[in-house]
């Protein structure tokens, strides 16, 4: 009777073991990426904030950049954008993924994003680099 519990309950320890597993590795991939957007953007001239988000899983990474300028002005906003587009598509540390961004006024009236500086694309960092570099 023991020999034929042993069975399913190992099968049922290396099933939840193997769940456990399978996670493993995102959650410092998805950190290591928002403190890489972070340590790019933050050095920016007119940055006041950088919020990253990153959804790293098996099905790939989500990255969603929030970025506020100190300026009113579009023009200053756009030299932002460029400038956080180009750091961020040229560090390795950001990798393959899917990516929005915008930078935003003080009071979030204004919002940039990558098709408002000139590069269109799928919302790919791949996509994207063609734009910039």
């Known amino acids: 009777m023991t020999r034929r519990l042993r069975l ?3 099968a049922l320890i290396l099933a939840s073991a193997a769940l456990s597993l399978s996670g493993c590795g995102y959650e410092e991939k998805a950190a290591s990426i928002e403190a890489a957007l972070i340590e790019d953007v933050e050095p920016i001239p ?3 904030t950088v919020d990253p988000h990153v959804n790293a899983n098996p ?4 990255i969603t950049l929030s970025v506020t300028a100190d300026s009113y002005d579009e023009d200053e906003i756009k030299r932002v954008a460029r400038e956080a587009l180009k750091v961020i598509l040229n560090d390795p540390r950001i ?3 899917s990516f929005s961004m915008g930078v935003f006024s003080p009071d979030k009236t204004i919002n940039i994003g990558p098709s408002d500086v000139g590069c269109h694309g799928t ?4 996509s994207l680099r063609g734009c910039v570099l």
């Open 46 to 48: 007119g940055v006041i």
């Open 59 to 62: 099905s790939g990474t989500f």
């Open 95 to 97: 990798g393959y993924g």
């Open 123 to 126: 919302g790919t960092t791949d």
């Open 8 to 10: 399913p309950f190992v």
